[in-house]
């Protein structure tokens, strides 16, 4: 099953105003990513935030991260039409001995976020 | 604009057929990756190619045959594929793993397959 879990589903707003979108998973992490996929093409990265973060800003975006509850928020504020996209947490687990598990990264389901102007 | 150049863009092949989709990277990144995606669902890992060697296979059927015959190129031959095979299939690069994260993977725009 999927390491990243995320809600909503799918997220509709006007324009200007602020998206929420977060992830839950389900085992140790090394690190918790943010990417964006408009439809039918290639994924860019956003924002990585580490295990030892609480919070990561980049722009109009804030990353959360509560490793105890095992979750993440993703927060777009001042939204625009051309953030409409699919957006995918995806989650680098901790390997053996808490080292690295060599960039396999397990994607969550994703939210689609509708931007209206 | 992606730096990880996918080809082709669009393929349709037949179950008989034999053919590849190629991925190319010239960012000096050691790591490079298959995924595959399916409609309204996340990518899925396929395959790692870490220093030119395969490192992960993800118990990815034999039909679908990786290669990396240098460190900026990245195949992945397909041989009588099944219709539930069409999907998007994305390739990514990265750094390889100096401490215990790889950090951000590049991706490509994909190769959307149709299997008929």
């Known amino acids: 099953s999927q390491q990243g879990e995320e809600d909503p589903q799918a997220l509709s707003i006007q324009e200007g105003e602020n998206a929420t979108m977060n992830c839950s998973y389900k085992?140790?992490?090394?690190?918790l990513q943010w990417y964006r996929q408009n439809s039918g093409r290639g994924l860019v990265h956003l924002i990585l935030?580490?295990?030892?973060?609480r919070e990561k800003h980049s722009g109009r975006l804030r990353v959360t991260l509560d490793t105890s509850k095992k979750s993440s928020s993703l927060l777009i504020t001042a939204s625009r039409a051309a953030d409409t996209a699919s957006y995918f947490c995806a989650t680098e687990a901790r390997g053996n001995a808490g080292g690295t598990s060599y960039g396999k990264l397990t994607f969550g389901q994703g939210t689609i976020l509708t931007v209206h102007p | 604009d992606t730096e990880v150049t996918q080809t082709p863009k669009h393929l349709v092949m037949g179950m008989t057929n034999k053919k590849s989709l190629k991925c190319e990277q010239h960012?000096?990144?050691?790591?490079m990756y298959w995924y595959k995606q399916k409609a309204k669902k996340p990518p899925e890992l396929m395959f790692v190619y870490s220093y030119e060697k395969l490192s992960i296979n993800e118990s990815v059927p034999s039909r679908f045959s990786p290669e990396c015959p240098n460190s900026s190129l990245l195949n992945l031959h397909l041989h009588a594929l099944q219709p539930e095979d069409s999907a998007l299939y994305l390739c990514?690069?990265?750094?390889?793993?100096?401490?215990?994260?790889?950090?951000?993977?590049?991706f490509g725009e994909g190769s959307r397959l149709t299997v008929l």
């Open positions: 935030i580490r295990s030892n973060e």
């Open positions: 990514a690069s990265s750094h390889w793993p100096q401490g215990a994260d790889t950090g951000e993977l590049f």
């Open positions: 960012m000096g990144h050691r790591a």
């Open positions: 085992t140790s992490i090394n690190n």
